[in-house]
Antibody, heavy 122, light 106 residues
Framework: QLVQSGAEVKKPGASVKVSCKGS????????ITWVRQAPGQGLEWMGW????????NFAQKLQGRVTMTTDTSTTTAYMELRSLRSDDTAVYYC?????????????????WGQGTTVTVSS | DIQMTQSPSTLSASVGDTVTITCRASQSISTWLAWYQQKPGKAPKLLIYRASSLEIGVPSRFSGSGSGTDFTLIISSLQPDDFATYYCQQYNSYRTFGQGTKVEVK
């Protein structure tokens, strides 16, 4: 399973760091994808990180504002988003993904965290 | 970036109906497509990957087909638990989700 950190309230311009702890599987045999969902909206892919070697891919619109890391000693993935704006208000999910970026290695995002609500408001 | 377009955005159906949702990619993605179901306040649930492979534990009334740019999710004999929002997702290049199709009670 994947268990995420709790809800956050941040002011515009601040940063937020969300954690996602994996258990019940070999953490370094998979990657982690981060997906967000603004209120009443659809799913938006933010980026992916390989838990084996730290390779990352990010959505173009978030390049430069997002960092994804993993700590294999604690089987935890982290997503940090900087320079927060009101339109970053969303539920942020982590999900288990492929270990490498190649599509042949992907079998769907089959395990999801419970979601972390991030509210950006002055 | 690859864009994914689903249709319809909302679909009204009754229990027992057969429901068809389509997903179109802005360029060929081979069969690198997954489908997810999401209920309000819950994380998405994987239904299908590689366009037509059913995830373990997903009822056989769900089926997927297609390749290239055009894909279909069919729900046969719609059950009360199936009223939800469905998303397609490409993984040919990075990841992109469709905008979602809400299946509501007619």
């Amino acid at each position: 399973q994947l268990v995420q950190s709790g809800a956050e309230v941040k002011k515009p311009g601040a940063s937020v760091k969300v954690s996602c702890k994996g258990s019940g599987y070999t953490f370094t045999s998979f990657g982690i994808t981060w997906v967000r969902q603004a209120p009443g909206q659809g799913l938006e892919w933010m980026g992916w990180i390989s838990a084996r070697n730290g390779d990352t891919n990010f959505a173009q619109k978030l390049q430069g504002r997002v960092t994804m890391t993993t700590d294999t000693s604690t089987t935890t993935a982290y997503m940090e988003l900087r320079s927060l704006r009101s339109d970053d208000t969303a539920v942020y999910y982590c999900a288990r993904d492929a270990i490498v970026a190649a599509p042949t290695a992907f079998y769907g995002m089959d395990v999801w965290g419970q979601g972390t609500t991030v509210t950006v408001s002055s | 970036d690859i864009q994914m377009t689903q249709s319809p955005s909302t679909l009204s159906a009754s229990v027992g109906d057969t429901v068809t949702i389509t997903c179109r990619a802005s360029q060929s993605i081979s069969t690198w497509l997954a489908w997810y179901q999401q209920k309000p306040g819950k994380a998405p649930k994987l239904l299908i990957y590689r366009a037509s492979s059913l995830e373990i534990g997903v009822p056989s009334r769900f089926s997927g087909s297609g390749s290239g740019t055009d894909f279909t999710l069919i729900i046969s004999s719609l059950q009360p638990d199936d009223f939800a929002t469905y998303y397609c997702q490409q993984y040919n290049s990075y990841r992109t989700f469709g905008q979602g199709t809400k299946v509501e009670v007619k």
